[in-house]
């Protein structure tokens, strides 16, 4: 089984920056597309930013030009730097892996608190 790891939340102001780490363990000999989501109160889960092994990123159109998200296939983590931060972005930050065969099985971590606050 593979397990993902966050880590890197916390509290900081609008404008500041944050990094957050994503960390896989157990047989994670198979990691296919990882990503953040993001879940804020009150609201559905969403797509932050995604990675495939071979490095081709995808970012939800409100957080383009402000985060960016790199992985380490041989160390097995990725992070997502995130500056310029806005109220609207304080969420739980989910770490989410594809691995297995086929990359059917979808693996998620138990998230991560970033807010933004003054």
């Known amino acids: 089984q593979v397990q993902v790891v966050e880590s890197g939340g916390g509290l900081v102001q609008p404008g500041g920056s944050l990094r957050l780490s994503c960390a896989a363990s157990g047989r994670s000999g198979n990691l296919c597309v990882m990503g953040w989501y993001r879940q804020a109160p009150g609201k559905q889960r969403e797509l932050v930013a995604t990675?495939?092994?071979?490095?081709?990123?995808n970012f939800a159109d409100t957080v383009k030009g402000r985060f960016t998200i790199s992985r380490d296939n041989a160390k097995n983590t990725m992070n997502l730097q995130m500056n310029s931060l806005k109220y609207e972005d304080t969420a739980v930050y989910y770490c989410?892996?594809?691995?297995?065969?086929?990359?059917?099985?979808?693996?998620w971590g138990q998230g991560t608190q970033v807010t933004v606050s003054s």
């Open positions: 989410n892996a594809r691995t297995g065969y086929l990359c059917t099985q979808n693996v």
């Open positions: 990675i495939t092994t071979d490095g081709r990123t």
